[in-house]
């Protein structure tokens, strides 16, 4: 018996060895893979974003005349956004613009008056705001500023008697994210809360507590909004809401699709994000991009600490007749709603992972320089 047990043991602990030979080999290609596509980086020339017009199969770089520190601090995926008036990139005391239609590399940019440095697309123009809830708002086609929402901490404060930090240091509630209907109603994403406003601003209430940042999207008149339990749907323009898309975690990101969403949320036993549509409005949803999922060794690798992350979904967006998915290794590209993909061909830039916008049949890519 004991001759048998050390034979088998002969047998299991070489075939682990064999096995962590061959992960840290992998790591080691991977390395190499990455230092060879960041040697290919020209030096001396900006590579902050790029945009491409084909559907991705080129790409133009439009980083002339951004501010060079953005080449080496990267851009965070929420000081950015695309719409039909262009790209926004906010950064510093200011947003840079580029129009939609523009061929050359051509960038403007707008000082904010005040200490906003998030920003996000309305109605009638785009939003500037600070985690302590002072909003700005520049309406499409002038050039000035005005305050906005300048009673929302007084009334949130008054809804929401919550004693955490930024109640204890400011008195305020913090401000996350705002988000604007089609038909002008205004959300603020609060640090546990959900404020709503259906006349401009002028009153507040509370329409959903204990979620933090929520992130919503709208189509044909239902709301979806993430939260800690995956993604909430409302048919009342905010009043209500229920749970509709659950893995166990918490909701990612929401985004419109043509028919009805699309969205990505955290499997809390996996811990790797899953992507999910809905063709109903969001009422039914099919898991779609299994094959962009991180492959068994990686998870395995980044459990016994061979490597510090594998390769996640972190974003989805359409784009003409594309789905379009960021992961933190590549963007890639589906035509047929997400049963099969491509991964698409990058500029060869030093990064980890891409924020990804699309505006009408325009991709831009900005690759990320944090974690």
């Known amino acids: 018996m004991k001759n048998q047990k050390v034979k088998k043991l002969f ?13 840290n080999s992998f790591v080691l290609k991977e390395k190499e893979a990455g230092k060879k596509k960041t040697e290919g980086t020209k030096s001396g020339l900006l590579n902050i974003v790029f945009r491409s ?28 956004f695309a719409n039909d008036h262009g790209l926004y990139l906010r950064t510093g005391n200011g947003v840079y613009h580029s129009a939609p239609n523009s061929t050359t590399s051509f960038w403007t940019k707008e000082i904010f008056p005040g200490k906003q440095r998030e920003i996000a697309p309305g109605k009638n123009g785009i939003f500037a705001y600070t985690f302590r809830g002072q909003f700005l708002q520049k309406i499409n086609g002038t050039s000035d500023w005005k305050p906005m929402y300048t009673n929302f ?43 709503r406003s259906t006349n401009s601003g002028k009153t507040w209430e509370q329409v959903h507590v204990g979620d933090g940042s929520m992130k919503l999207a709208e189509s044909n008149g239902v709301i979806l909004a993430t939260n800690k339990d995956g993604i909430l749907r409302s048919t009342d323009n905010g009043q209500n809401w229920d749970q ?9 990101t929401v985004e419109r699709i043509d028919g009805g969403f ?7 036993i996996t811990h790797t994000n899953s992507m999910h549509i809905s063709l109903d409005s969001g009422k039914t ?45 590549g963007i ?3 035509s047929d709603m997400g049963k099969t993909w491509k991964q698409l061909v990058l500029p060869s830039v030093e990064n980890k992972g891409f924020n990804l916008s699309v505006s009408g049949n325009v991709i831009y890519i900005m690759p990320n320089k944090g974690c």
């Open 244 to 252: 509709v898309l659950s893995e166990g975690g918490a909701g990612m």
């Open 53 to 80: 017009t084909d559907g991705g199969e080129t790409w133009q770089n439009i980083s002339e005349g951004l501010p060079e520190n953005l080449q080496r601090e990267g851009v965070w995926s929420h000081g950015l």
């Open 332 to 334: 890639f590209r589906s």
């Open 285 to 329: 949803w099919n898991a779609i991009g299994e094959e962009l999922q991180p492959s068994w060794n990686s998870l395995l690798m980044k459990k016994i600490g061979l490597i510090q992350s594998s390769s996640n979904i972190l974003s989805i967006k359409q784009m003409g007749k594309y789905l379009i998915c960021g992961r933190s290794d």
């Open 262 to 268: 699309a969205a990505i949320v955290n499997n809390a």
């Open 153 to 195: 901490q007084e009334q949130a404060v008054r809804i929401d008697k919550t004693i955490d930090w930024m109640y204890n240091n400011y008195k305020e509630r913090e401000v996350r994210s705002v988000f604007e209907t089609a038909g002008g109603t205004v959300f603020i994403s609060s640090n546990n809360m959900l404020f």
């Open 11 to 23: 047998v299991f602990v070489p075939a682990i060895l064999l096995v962590l030979f061959l992960l």
